[in-house]
């Protein structure tokens, strides 16, 4: 039944727009001058204003990430079937709300949670999702009886930080705390989040954007290289672990793609934003794959 709702979805909901002659692979935004075919009689998704932080604007011109080597492409070689009624060389996507990050320097997978419950209808700002207590928060303080020790919260469990502020140990959550928090959201809903982490990018293009669900990602800020740094590591307080987060981490909506790119909306860029396949599974990787959907009931 969610398969067969979901592929109404998709044929309703999906649009084609062929590239033109001149764009360069990381094109950032659909050409003006291509045709943009929207199939009508969709119910028009609630134009949200989150503060003065949303918007439906296209992305603006991006540079392109560095090559990746030779084994940085491994298992992301081959291509995507274009979709039924799409040809080589067009680019598919669907047509989710854009919303940018401005008013959450911190908060790309909140904001990236509310596009994607936007898609399905639901109106809930990112700050909302922590407000009402949907997405938990915790912190990082420094042991002051061992300087340069850190002891802090899971960020699988809950958003480390303020979406607003980008100082004062604010780093974000990983898939786990914004699965969590979606569960919980559409709770009698009719609709449920799903953990597709391990699943390859190219893997969630054939399964699930092809049937009209787009999937948040984590990767990285324009898919540059991820890195680690000693000032950015803690110990959780609850298990005593010690963990590293990963800097230039970011959370992305995937909404399509084309022959050479993935389309994404980055909350930090603008909608429909092209990244190159390789690059951006192998940033996809680095963050542990991790991935989540929302489907029908």
Request: charged fraction near 20%; aromatic fraction near 12%.
């Amino acid at each position: 039944m969610k398969r067969i709702i979901a592929a109404a979805m998709a044929t309703l909901t999906l649009c084609s727009c062929s590239l033109s002659d001149g764009e360069t692979e990381m094109s950032s935004e659909i050409p003006e001058e291509t045709t943009t075919f929207v199939f009508t009689g969709v119910p028009e998704m609630p134009a949200l204003d989150f503060s003065g932080g949303a918007s439906h604007t296209t992305a603006a011109e991006n540079t392109a990430p560095e090559e990746t080597s030779a084994a940085d492409e491994e298992n992301s070689s081959g291509e995507e079937t274009p979709a039924e009624g799409t040809a080589a060389g067009e680019l598919f996507c669907l047509d989710v709300p854009y919303y940018s990050q401005d008013e959450y320097p911190t908060g790309c997978e909140l904001v990236c949670a509310s596009m994607l419950l936007a898609y399905y209808g639901f109106d809930i700002s990112p700050s909302e999702l922590i407000e009402q207590g949907y997405v938990g928060t915790g912190s990082v303080t420094e042991d002051f009886m061992n300087p340069g020790t850190y002891y802090g919260d899971d960020p699988n469990k809950v958003f480390i930080g303020d979406p607003n502020d980008i100082y004062n140990f604010s780093y974000g959550c990983y898939s786990g705390a914004i699965f969590s928090g979606l569960r919980k959201y559409l709770e009698r809903k009719y609709y449920d989040a799903a953990n597709l982490s391990g699943i390859s990018l190219k893997d969630l293009c054939m399964e699930y954007i092809d049937r009209g669900e787009p999937v948040l990602i984590w990767a990285s800020t324009n898919m540059e290289p991820t890195h680690t740094e000693d000032n950015n590591k803690w110990i959780i307080t609850d298990t005593g672990e010690e963990f590293s987060w990963i800097s230039n981490e970011h959370c992305l909506v995937l909404v399509g793609y084309d022959d050479e790119n993935y389309c994404f909306h980055d909350p930090q860029t603008g909608a429909n934003v092209l990244y190159p396949k390789a690059v951006s599974e192998q940033r996809y990787r680095e963050l542990g794959r991790q991935a989540i959907t929302v489907h029908p009931w």
